[in-house]
Nanobody, 123 residues
Framework: QVQLVESGGGLVQAGGSLRLSCAAS????????MGWFRRAPGKEREFVAL????????YYADSVKGRFTISRDHAKNTVSLQMNSLKYEDTAVYYC????????????????WGQGTQVTVSS
């Protein structure tokens, strides 16, 4: 079992930066790839980024590539999402996820989810 708690969301102007963190509890955290997803108002949940167990492999949605960076710290049991050059369309609730048995952008493949953190970008 893995519990996930996101933090770091807030209100930022377009062009600004935020760093989201996801704190994980449970001894199996280090064996899972991790993902970040988001849900904007009135839209479906969408994939943002993922990172493999080692941290060496990352993958991003085209909409955030070059602006967002995912990383993980096994010693602290955390996964972070550094978001730069934020745009109005990045406004959403951001969720971290774990438990997928393969590297996947499909939210249905993840077993564990945090409660989400709101990111609001003003234009």
């Amino acid at each position: 079992q893995v519990q996930l708690v996101e933090s770091g969301g807030g209100l930022v102007q377009a062009g600004g930066s935020l760093r989201l963190s996801c704190a994980a509890s449970g001894r199996t955290f280090s064996s899972y790839a991790m993902g970040w997803f988001r849900r904007a108002p009135g839209k479906e949940r969408e994939f943002v980024a993922l990172i493999d167990v080692s941290g060496a492999y990352t993958y991003y949605a085209d909409s955030v590539k070059g602006r967002f960076t995912i990383s993980r710290d096994h010693a602290k049991n955390t996964v972070s999402l550094q978001m730069n050059s934020l745009k109005y369309e990045d406004t959403a609730v951001y969720y971290c996820a774990a438990g997928a048995r393969i590297l996947t952008t499909n939210a249905h493949d993840y077993d564990y989810w945090g409660q989400g953190t709101q990111v609001t970008v003003s234009s």
